[in-house]
């Protein structure tokens, strides 16, 4: 597609729900990101894909979340028993080459997020 | 870890006027990159303007340009001639040389009066 789509846009579940958030990159990049945005804060490292391989998690909070790219194309980030403070917006990026790559190359492109609103 | 600092939640600025959001970064390498972000309501970040910590010269982009300050670690974005469609927030971010991460600040929200 022309540009990163995340659906659902918005999603409301109650504590204790599965969610599964969708994020489908742009055409041809191979590394993948993503973030979460919490209420007034700036977005926060997630995990990266390369292919479709996590090459690193470290910044998921715990294991409720997990998160996949089985084709090294479309990934899906799963939270299992949700809280409350798992309420945000969880923001997927793509770019060509991993950022350590020349700068240019190394672009992130955001998607539009998925609000998710934990009751 | 790095982390970045905006010390102004809001600003706001008259149409047609100019507004300079900072931002200050702690660090302890020499070579990074520093980003401003934009992010509208629809929530889609986009990247506004980005400097090499190696390039001295400060990078412009049409009505956007930077002040870069190394020693200091500041990196402060001006906005000339503000519009309406400017009017979003707008995030600084750092990312290592040897890092493929994004660390973000807080923010600062941009109105734009009419």
């Known amino acids: 597609g022309a540009g990163v789509s995340q659906t659902p846009s918005n999603k409301v579940t109650e504590k204790g729900k599965y969610v599964e958030l969708r994020c489908d990159p742009i055409?041809?990049?191979?590394?993948l990101y993503w973030y979460r945005q919490s209420l007034g804060q700036g977005p926060e490292f997630l995990i990266y894909?390369?292919?479709?391989?996590?090459?690193?998690d470290s910044g998921l909070p715990n294991d409720r979340f997990f998160a996949v790219r089985p084709e090294g194309s479309v990934s899906t980030l799963k939270i299992q028993r949700t809280e409350r403070g798992d309420s945000a917006v969880y923001l997927c990026?793509?770019?060509?080459?991993?950022?350590?790559?020349?700068?240019?190359?190394?672009?992130?492109?955001f998607g539009e997020g998925s609000r998710l609103t934990v009751l | 870890a790095q982390t970045v600092t905006q010390s102004q939640p809001e600003m706001s600025v008259q149409e047609a006027e100019t507004v300079t959001l900072s931002c200050t970064y702690d660090?302890?390498?020499?070579?990074?990159?520093l980003f401003w972000y934009k992010q509208p309501p629809s929530r889609q970040m986009i990247l506004v303007i980005r400097q090499e910590a190696y390039k001295q010269q400060n990078a412009t982009e049409n009505r956007f340009s930077v002040n870069f300050q190394k020693a200091a670690k500041s990196f402060s974005l001006k906005i000339s001639d503000s519009q309406l469609g400017d009017a979003a927030m707008y995030f600084c971010?750092?990312?290592?040389?040897?890092?493929?991460?994004?660390?973000f600040g807080a923010g600062t929200t941009v109105t734009v009066r009419a």
């Open positions: 990026a793509s770019s060509l080459k991993p950022g350590l790559a020349d700068s240019n190359t190394g672009e992130l492109f």
């Open positions: 971010a750092y990312r290592s040389a040897n890092d493929y991460k994004l660390s």
């Open positions: 894909f390369q292919g479709t391989g996590a090459a690193d």
């Open positions: 660090t302890s390498e020499s070579d990074y990159y």
């Open positions: 055409s041809g990049h191979t590394a």
